[in-house]
């Protein structure tokens, strides 16, 4: 069976996919579209066959197995994110760039700032979502945001290369989604930190406001035409 070639709806999709998906599994990634090229599912463009060689699937996959386990490790996941900084965002960049082709100057410019951008995203919004969840000491949530990102990633792919327009709708709805989160738990790590930095220090916790001081009620002297303690006149005097 042999895979059509891409058209540019296609490519636009593609390197979307790629800048973003690179922000959650640089790896993950790589192997994916190696393996979807060697096995020949999707006709790769010619800056993205190298990944297809067999040596390359087989160094990336090793590399993508051990980020998987890794990224459902509390505390291994976000000491992996942090790593990775220096790796996702500009791998996002060269593969959209890649697929357009590196000696197209202008166009592959605008392919790695968008790939770049939309892998700074993911990745920053992965970044904030986890250190949130190691503050859980269970290890579920963390097994489960992993999965969780394990599909989007390859599902996105998939999506940006069957269905490229329905892939730009689901992209757009996802990093208004990702934006929102990121902002959550931000706001909670911040929250918990400065908390840990007053138990450290030993300052209290600052406590409700005090309530303002009740107005004084002042009350109301009597009228003086309407005093009556003058005692009456005895008649017997």
């Known amino acids: 069976m042999t895979a059509s070639s891409p058209d540019t709806l296609q490519l636009l999709a593609l390197a979307a996919a790629l800048g973003w998906a690179s922000g959650f599994r640089a790896f993950l990634v790589l192997f994916g579209v190696g393996v979807a090229g060697l096995a020949g599912w999707v006709q ?6 190298v990944l297809a ?9 090793v590399l993508a197995f051990a980020e998987f386990v890794g990224d459902k490790i509390p505390g291994v996941d976000s000491l992996l994110d942090f790593i990775s900084t220096l790796l996702r965002i500009p791998l996002g960049a060269l593969l959209a760039a890649s697929v357009f082709g590196l000696d197209h100057g202008l166009v592959a410019a605008l392919a790695a700032a968008a790939g770049g951008s939309l892998a700074a995203v993911s990745h920053g919004t992965k970044l904030a979502t986890r250190a949130a969840i190691n503050t859980s000491p269970e290890p579920f ?6 999965f969780g990102e394990d599909t989007l990633v390859l599902g996105g792919l998939w999506l940006a290369w069957s269905h490229p327009l329905l ?9 208004m989604a990702m934006v929102w989160l990121a902002r959550r738990s931000l706001r909670f790590v911040r929250g918990l930190l400065a908390r840990l930095v007053r138990l450290f220090s030993g300052r209290p916790e600052p406590g409700p406001p005090p309530a303002p001081p009740a107005a004084p009620t002042s009350r109301a002297l009597p009228d003086r035409h309407d005093v009556t303690d003058v005692q009456p006149l005895d008649p017997k005097v």
């Open 44 to 49: 790769l463009p010619a800056g993205l066959q």
């Open 53 to 61: 060689n067999p040596v390359a699937v087989g160094i990336t996959g």
């Open 141 to 146: 949530s963390n097994i489960g945001a992993s």
């Open 167 to 175: 892939f730009f709708v689901a992209l757009v709805l996802t990093l």
